[in-house]
């Protein structure tokens, strides 16, 4: 699970072991999260502020701000695109946050949402190396000139629609 991967890190290589886990309420967003935070936990963290929010939120200050006031310097962000905004809107408030997130945070919308505060992000990501998968990018850039920008999504989405198109024939 890439929360555990994204916890792990976080335990053995960032120093204060306090976090504010901020995530969007999506069924995905907060499995990764509760995963994350369980993880994290299990491993000797501490986590201070665990707050959800919905996919159309936008201005983030008043979770980011509970966050420096709890004492946290780290955030473990998850969600989409929106999430972009989050540390955007710290570093315009001025707080230094050690950002952790996942690989949600490699899409153009979110690196567009996060604007001059990209810089320094943490993020875990699945990396797929098998030959299915390297098979599949060709086609995908052969079609579209540009690799998927998201690897995992775009493979099971792959993946899903070749299973239902298998058990169609049958």
Same mark, same amino acid.
């Given at each position: 699970n890439i929360g555990y991967t994204i916890a792990d890190y976080a335990v053995k290589n960032i120093k204060d072991?306090?976090?504010?886990?901020?995530?969007?309420?999506?069924?995905?967003a907060v499995l990764v999260s509760r995963a994350f935070k369980s993880k994290?936990?299990? $491993? +000797?963290?501490?986590?201070?502020?665990?707050?959800?929010?919905?996919?159309?939120?936008?201005?983030?200050r008043t979770i980011l701000l509970k966050a420096k006031n709890s004492g946290v310097k780290s955030i473990a962000i998850f969600g989409y695109d929106e999430s972009g905004l989050i540390p955007k809107q710290a570093k315009e408030?001025? $707080? +230094?946050?050690?950002?952790l997130t996942i690989d949600t945070a490699t899409s153009g919308l979110f690196l567009t949402n996060a604007w001059n505060a990209k810089e320094g992000i943490i993020f875990s990501s699945w990396d797929a190396a098998g030959s299915d998968y390297k098979e599949f990018e060709a086609k995908f850039v052969a079609k579209y000139g540009v690799k998927p920008q998201q690897p995992l999504?775009?493979?099971?989405?792959?993946?899903t629609a070749m299973s239902i198109a298998a058990a169609m024939k049958t």
């Open positions: 072991k306090k976090v504010a886990v901020i995530y969007n309420q999506d069924p995905f994290y936990e299990e $491993l +000797g963290g501490i986590v201070l502020i665990d707050e959800g929010y919905q996919l159309e939120t936008q201005d983030f408030m001025g $707080l +230094g946050f050690t950002i999504f775009s493979a099971a989405g792959y993946d």
